[in-house]
């Protein structure tokens, strides 16, 4: 079997010279080339380029991988490992210069559904900041060389808890709707824009917890073991693995709070 710090070498690679790209050629009016789910979930000619860079680099290193990426690149895997790739995390941040946009690799193995893989590495590189949040699964999670602080413990009323809206009118109406109700019963809320990187964050101790239904697996699988590499807790509703239906990450024991109240707030269906 693959040794699962080749991996993270390779992601932390690809994703740096991709993010290094964004950053040093971003044309002053960056140019939305498509739409997806809605007219505002937008894709830009750099999001295209970059994950062009990245499967190239990726699998010139290791041709028999297979790839899932958000911009399209599909391929099935002969060697066990797929590379599940968000070239701009944070693509509307990125449209409008602001910092928080991550490039996010992860390498898993077996299905690329996040309910059955198993992750074995991931990089979540910042470009403005030049930081890799980075991490092979039973060897921790790194903030470039530094480790990650872990989780926090507060409880779910001091608690910073990040959250995610989706592109759909629809489902903004009823997560608006949640994140009204919470925002009385935490310290505050952070709403970023990279998913990547509230799961990074949960993992370093600098946000508390971080909640989102209607992620993609790119959205959230580097990330995801970043924070679990860094002591964070990272589930969907059921308490299994993170998926669509929902993604929360904490640290014990506010994990097991948020996920009860988001219970109670119907959070995990219908929208
Ligand atoms: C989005 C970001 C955002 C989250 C959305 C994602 P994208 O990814 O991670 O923070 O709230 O659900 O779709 O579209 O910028 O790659």
Redesign the pocket.
């Known amino acids: 079997m693959t040794d699962p710090r080749e991996l993270e070498r390779l992601a932390i690679d690809a994703a740096t010279r991709a993010g290094d790209h964004l950053r040093d050629h971003r044309p002053r009016r960056v140019e939305v080339v498509a739409t997806k789910s809605s007219d505002v979930?937008i894709v830009t000619a750099m999001d295209r380029a970059a994950e062009e860079m990245i499967v190239e680099y990726l699998l010139a290193a290791r041709p028999d991988d297979g790839v899932v990426g958000?911009e399209g690149n599909s391929r099935a895997t002969r060697s066990g490992v797929t590379w599940v790739i968000?070239p701009?995390?944070?693509?509307?941040n990125y449209l409008y210069t602001l910092d928080d946009?991550g490039v996010s690799i992860a390498a898993v193995q077996g299905d690329p559904d996040p309910r059955t893989w198993t992750p074995l590495a991931g990089c979540v590189h910042n470009p403005p900041r030049r930081l890799s949040y980075h991490a092979a699964v039973g060897h921790g999670a790194f903030a470039d060389d530094r480790p990650l602080r872990g989780a926090t413990s507060t409880g779910l009323a001091g608690a910073l808890v990040a959250t995610?809206?989706?592109?759909r009118a629809e489902r903004r109406k009823r997560q608006a709707e949640i994140v009204t109700a919470l925002l009385g019963e935490v310290r505050d809320i952070r709403r970023?824009?990279?998913?990547?990187l509230?799961l990074c964050l949960v993992g370093d101790g600098r946000l508390d917890a971080y909640y989102?239904r209607?992620?993609?697996p790119w959205?959230h699988a580097a990330g995801a073991l970043i924070a679990r590499e860094a002591g964070a807790l990272v589930t969907g509703a059921d308490g299994g693995p993170a998926d669509a239906e929902m993604t929360v990450a904490a640290g014990v024991p506010l994990h097991g709070e948020l996920l009860a109240r988001l219970a109670e707030l119907d959070a995990f269906s219908g929208y």
Request: cysteine-free; proline content about 0%.
């Open positions: 979930d958000e968000d701009i995390d944070g693509t509307v946009y995610g809206f989706g592109y970023l824009g990279a998913a990547s509230d989102e209607g992620l993609s959205d």
